[in-house]
């Protein structure tokens, strides 16, 4: 459930085999241990994300973005640096937020989304010449929201993502600017909340207009209304334009997206290509061939298994044939790109790793370009050239130049940082459940520790579940390991990486088999990997968090918990979460599946019985993924059970956290919970409450 709720060298399910192994082209940190992690270092991590190649594959431009803690905001700034390697060049000041930046096709200009003040308000398109000066304002969209923006091939017309702005909650007052009294909202959609976005009004979809720069002229794209249109990617003659859309007679009521296509011409009529009742394109975009007879896609599983869903690359033809690259291939797929020679590659998630991989477009397989256990977070393809975003256990992302199957590195905001970290390695673990399924999983043990000795140990959950841990950088990790701590993950049935079959397993029947995977391997661990058996706590953020109550429910061998944005009886969440979908496909309407509402609300119904765990319950007031009451129900039921609990309520926050001095705040209580309950401090662990003096959750 709640899909967005917060290895080992294996070639598997169609993988053809490697030419050669490929090393992670990072710079070795020095062998002179320096200094632990601490969570200043937060502050200084620099968030490396969207490269972008210019068209003459000479430069790539991308963002950085870092916590300002002394403002209490994150602050974003545009880079550009060569390809053949050299200094970076600083284009945005990180006080002046900027974000998806781009080249225009014709290389003349680097553009940007900006609400910088201008002479209008709101997110616009601003420009600046390449050869340097101050950016310009570029759109002037003032009735709607502006999302997101995509030259056209020529560079004479924008490619708009807009969206009704919202209605004001209130009336103006007379001097403009301040609320005269509120008005209400009124809703009748069958989906009518989500994260961060609040409630849905009935206007409130995305579609496409076609920005005329020479004319100011702003259009609609499609003859289409009370559709959302998705993902729009132009072809490369620049005639048509490509995206994603739900036509069903209510989309709200289904999970399906299709591929259209339109002639890129204002009032046209969109043309669907695909026909799978599920999800098509919802994976990573959409990919043009460069002969622009053909799309890239991914397909997603049935409605059942929405959340489950290992997408598998597909391509569509002009006149709607799909065909299924790499069809052997059991792994997840996503960002298609095409590179100039016609090859299709994907970024592939495998067990504990993510990397890319050329598909075969007429095969069941697929050929990994990158070995190692790192991650590849981003990808994409331009000139020529291929760049990602690439990280390893050690090494925050930075962006690389993929050539043919190795890396060269282009970007180092965090090199010097790193340089002076002492960091924990990870290693690999493998367990077996009592029902014989083999799970795998990560260990990061304590700095210092040494092959023999006995830990305290946390078993950190990811959410999902349709996630995995993987070997990328984790400040988590290296924050536990810092001050004596070794902390497991587990990739329990449910998760990513290991097909779709282990993914499906627990459609229907929460926390029952995540369960036996999370206790097998917390049992291999005390065994034979390092864990304290005596000094346990176990914690996790969104679906982890609903894991944490499931597991406190199933056993007393941990010390102390920490659910995080948790949940523990879905009877409290139907219409309160915006997981409405998966309801209805996979446990079906309460009052048709009472005893399976039932079964799976034991942490909460049978909490007198089954939990006896000191546990920390913490979650956003504005968060409508898992929203805060299932934190607050299994908070008073452990206060009604005198069993030792704490209730840390974020205003304010979505489902992930924005505000630096929360995330500060929320590392410190983690630490502080477990370092009192798990290592036995001979004091209660205390923080300064969050809420100020007079909060009532505004």
């Given at each position: 459930m709640f899909a967005h709720r917060g290895f080992?060298?294996?070639?598997?399910?169609?993988?053809?085999?490697?030419a050669c192994a490929v090393c992670l082209a990072m710079p070795a940190r020095g062998l002179a241990a320096q200094r632990p992690i601490t969570l200043d270092d937060?502050?200084?991590?620099?968030?490396?994300?969207?490269?972008?190649?210019?068209?003459d594959g000479k430069w790539v431009l991308y963002s950085v973005s870092r916590m300002d803690t002394k403002e209490d905001k994150n602050h974003t700034e545009l880079w550009m640096v060569p390809w053949d390697g050299g200094a970076a060049v600083q284009l945005t000041s990180g006080m002046q937020p900027a974000g998806h930046a781009e080249f225009s096709p014709d290389g003349k200009y680097i553009s940007f989304l900006s609400s910088r003040p201008g002479k209008t308000k709101g997110a616009q398109v601003w420009v600046m010449n390449r050869m340097g000066g101050e950016p310009e304002q570029l759109t002037a969209i003032t009735d709607q929201d502006l999302d997101s923006y995509e030259w056209s091939p020529d560079s004479k017309r924008l490619l708009l993502t807009l969206e009704p702005k919202a209605r004001p909650d209130a009336k103006p007052g007379e001097a403009g600017d301040k609320p005269e009294k509120p008005l209400p909202i009124v809703i009748d959609r069958y989906h009518f909340k989500e994260d961060v976005e609040g409630y849905l009004r009935d206007d409130e979809h995305q579609a496409l207009y076609?920005?005329?720069?020479?004319?100011?002229?702003v259009a609609k794209l499609t003859t289409d209304h009370g559709v959302d249109e998705r993902g729009a990617s132009w072809s490369p003659d620049g005639t048509r334009i490509a995206f994603t859309s739900n036509h069903d007679p209510d989309p709200d009521r289904t999970y399906?997206?299709?591929?259209?296509?339109?002639?890129a011409q204002a009032g046209s009529t969109a043309k669907k290509l695909t026909t799978w009742p599920g999800p098509d394109g919802g994976y990573g975009g959409l990919a043009w061939s460069p002969d622009g007879k053909s799309i890239a896609y991914t397909q997603g599983a049935e409605a059942r298994l929405a959340l489950y869903s290992q997408a598998r690359p597909a391509v569509v033809t002009l006149d709607g044939k799909v065909t299924y690259p790499a069809s052997g291939l059991d792994r997840a797929a996503r960002q298609p790109c095409y590179t100039s020679d016609g090859k299709l590659i994907y970024l592939i998630t495998d067990d504990r790793a993510e990397y890319p991989a050329v598909v075969e477009q007429n095969g069941p397989g697929a050929q990994r370009l990158l070995a190692g256990e790192t991650v590849t977070m981003a990808m994409t393809c331009k000139a020529g050239r291929i760049a990602v975003i690439h990280t390893d256990d050690a090494h925050p992302g930075e962006i690389f130049a993929l050539e043919g199957m190795s890396l060269r590195q282009l970007t180092h905001a965090n090199d010097s940082l790193m340089a002076e970290l002492q960091l924990a390695p990870t290693e690999d673990v493998t367990s077996h459940s009592k029902d014989g399924t083999e799970v795998h999983g990560l260990m990061t043990h304590p700095l210092g520790?040494?092959?023999?000795?006995?830990?305290?140990?946390?078993?950190?959950?990811?959410?999902?579940?349709?996630?995995?841990?993987?070997?990328?950088?984790?400040?988590?990790?290296?924050?536990?390991?810092?001050?004596g701590f070794a902390e497991m993950n587990v990739n329990y049935r449910g998760s990513a990486g290991r097909g779709q079959d282990y993914a499906k397993a627990i459609a229907g029947d929460w926390g029952h088999l995540e369960v036996m995977d999370l206790?097998?391997?917390?049992?291999?661990?005390?065994?034979?990997?390092?864990?304290?058996?005596?000094?346990?706590?176990?914690?996790?953020?969104?679906?982890?968090?609903?894991?944490?109550?499931?597991?406190?429910?199933?056993?007393?061998?941990f010390k102390a918990a920490i659910s995080g944005a948790g949940m523990a009886m879905p009877f409290s969440f139907f219409g309160v979460?915006?997981?409405?979908?998966?309801?209805?496909?996979?446990?079906?309407?309460?009052?048709?599946?009472?005893?399976?509402?039932?079964?799976?609300?034991?942490?909460?119904?049978?909490?007198?019985?089954?939990?006896?765990?000191?546990?920390?319950?913490?979650?956003?007031?504005?968060?409508?993924n898992v929203p805060l009451v299932g934190g607050e129900q299994?908070?008073?039921t452990l206060q009604e059970l005198n069993i030792p609990t704490e209730l840390v309520v974020y205003p304010d926050q979505f489902h992930g956290f924005t505000r630096p001095s929360f995330i500060v705040d929320r590392y410190k209580r983690w630490l502080a919970w477990y370092t009192h309950y798990v290592k036995g401090a001979s004091s209660p662990a205390t923080l300064p409450a969050i809420i100020p003096a007079g909060y009532e959750g505004k």
């Amino acid at each position: 459930m709640f899909a967005h709720r917060g290895f080992r060298l294996l070639l598997r399910g169609g993988l053809l085999p490697l030419a050669c192994a490929v090393c992670l082209a990072m710079p070795a940190r020095g062998l002179a241990a320096q200094r632990p992690i601490t969570l200043d270092d937060l502050a200084r991590i620099g968030r490396v994300g969207n490269p972008v190649i210019s068209p003459d594959g000479k430069w790539v431009l991308y963002s950085v973005s870092r916590m300002d803690t002394k403002e209490d905001k994150n602050h974003t700034e545009l880079w550009m640096v060569p390809w053949d390697g050299g200094a970076a060049v600083q284009l945005t000041s990180g006080m002046q937020p900027a974000g998806h930046a781009e080249f225009s096709p014709d290389g003349k200009y680097i553009s940007f989304l900006s609400s910088r003040p201008g002479k209008t308000k709101g997110a616009q398109v601003w420009v600046m010449n390449r050869m340097g000066g101050e950016p310009e304002q570029l759109t002037a969209i003032t009735d709607q929201d502006l999302d997101s923006y995509e030259w056209s091939p020529d560079s004479k017309r924008l490619l708009l993502t807009l969206e009704p702005k919202a209605r004001p909650d209130a009336k103006p007052g007379e001097a403009g600017d301040k609320p005269e009294k509120p008005l209400p909202i009124v809703i009748d959609r069958y989906h009518f909340k989500e994260d961060v976005e609040g409630y849905l009004r009935d206007d409130e979809h995305q579609a496409l207009y076609l920005d005329d720069l020479a004319t100011g002229k702003v259009a609609k794209l499609t003859t289409d209304h009370g559709v959302d249109e998705r993902g729009a990617s132009w072809s490369p003659d620049g005639t048509r334009i490509a995206f994603t859309s739900n036509h069903d007679p209510d989309p709200d009521r289904t999970y399906n997206s299709d591929v259209f296509v339109v002639a890129a011409q204002a009032g046209s009529t969109a043309k669907k290509l695909t026909t799978w009742p599920g999800p098509d394109g919802g994976y990573g975009g959409l990919a043009w061939s460069p002969d622009g007879k053909s799309i890239a896609y991914t397909q997603g599983a049935e409605a059942r298994l929405a959340l489950y869903s290992q997408a598998r690359p597909a391509v569509v033809t002009l006149d709607g044939k799909v065909t299924y690259p790499a069809s052997g291939l059991d792994r997840a797929a996503r960002q298609p790109c095409y590179t100039s020679d016609g090859k299709l590659i994907y970024l592939i998630t495998d067990d504990r790793a993510e990397y890319p991989a050329v598909v075969e477009q007429n095969g069941p397989g697929a050929q990994r370009l990158l070995a190692g256990e790192t991650v590849t977070m981003a990808m994409t393809c331009k000139a020529g050239r291929i760049a990602v975003i690439h990280t390893d256990d050690a090494h925050p992302g930075e962006i690389f130049a993929l050539e043919g199957m190795s890396l060269r590195q282009l970007t180092h905001a965090n090199d010097s940082l790193m340089a002076e970290l002492q960091l924990a390695p990870t290693e690999d673990v493998t367990s077996h459940s009592k029902d014989g399924t083999e799970v795998h999983g990560l260990m990061t043990h304590p700095l210092g520790w040494q092959a023999g000795q006995k830990s305290p140990t946390i078993l950190f959950i990811h959410g999902g579940p349709n996630g995995q841990d993987q070997h990328a950088f984790d400040f988590m990790r290296q924050w536990f390991a810092a001050n004596g701590f070794a902390e497991m993950n587990v990739n329990y049935r449910g998760s990513a990486g290991r097909g779709q079959d282990y993914a499906k397993a627990i459609a229907g029947d929460w926390g029952h088999l995540e369960v036996m995977d999370l206790l097998g391997a917390v049992d291999e661990a005390v065994a034979h990997a390092g864990a304290d058996g005596d000094h346990l706590g176990i914690g996790g953020w969104s679906y982890g968090g609903i894991l944490t109550d499931y597991t406190s429910a199933s056993t007393d061998r941990f010390k102390a918990a920490i659910s995080g944005a948790g949940m523990a009886m879905p009877f409290s969440f139907f219409g309160v979460d915006e997981y409405i979908l998966q309801y209805h496909y996979e446990l079906g309407d309460p009052w048709k599946a009472r005893d399976l509402y039932i079964k799976l609300s034991y942490p909460l119904l049978e909490a007198d019985k089954r939990i006896h765990t000191p546990t920390m319950y913490m979650g956003g007031t504005r968060d409508f993924n898992v929203p805060l009451v299932g934190g607050e129900q299994m908070y008073q039921t452990l206060q009604e059970l005198n069993i030792p609990t704490e209730l840390v309520v974020y205003p304010d926050q979505f489902h992930g956290f924005t505000r630096p001095s929360f995330i500060v705040d929320r590392y410190k209580r983690w630490l502080a919970w477990y370092t009192h309950y798990v290592k036995g401090a001979s004091s209660p662990a205390t923080l300064p409450a969050i809420i100020p003096a007079g909060y009532e959750g505004k």
